[in-house]
Nanobody, 126 residues
Framework: QVQLVESGGGLVQAGDSLRLSCVAS????????MGWFRQAPGKEREFVTR????????YYADSVKGRFTISRDNAKNTVYLQMNSLKPDDTAVYYC???????????????????WGQGTQVTVSS
């Protein structure tokens, strides 16, 4: 059983930065691509970003491109989400997720991910 634990959320003002962390249990972290999703109140969960198992490839939603950066440290079983120039529209619960090894669909589809963290709240005030 894989456990993912996010941390680093909080209440910030527009323009501020936050760094989220997601620590994974288990010995196979480096074999899996990881993603971040978010869900705002009353809205569906949406894709934010994804990083390949090695960290060599990254993808971003257009809404965060240029402001957010995903990275990972496989030695620490941790994936990070650096969020800069935060906007009120970024307010949401942020989830990290592990992309399933055999999935061959679209990386932005939440159905491609088999393990999820409990989420961490990010609130951006104007």
């Amino acid at each position: 059983q894989v456990q993912l634990v996010e941390s680093g959320g909080g209440l910030v003002q527009a323009g501020d930065s936050l760094r989220l962390s997601c620590v994974a249990s288990g010995r196979t972290f480096s074999s899996y691509a990881m993603g971040w999703f978010r869900q705002a109140p009353g809205k569906e969960r949406e894709f934010v970003t994804r990083i390949s198992s090695s960290g060599g490839s990254t993808y971003y939603a257009d809404s965060v491109k240029g402001r957010f950066t995903i990275s990972r440290d496989n030695a620490k079983n941790t994936v990070y989400l650096q969020m800069n120039s935060l906007k009120p529209d970024d307010t949401a619960v942020y989830y990290c997720a592990r992309q399933c090894a055999t999935c061959r669909g679209t990386y932005s589809d939440s159905r491609e991910y088999d393990y999820w963290g409990q989420g961490t709240q990010v609130t951006v005030s104007s």
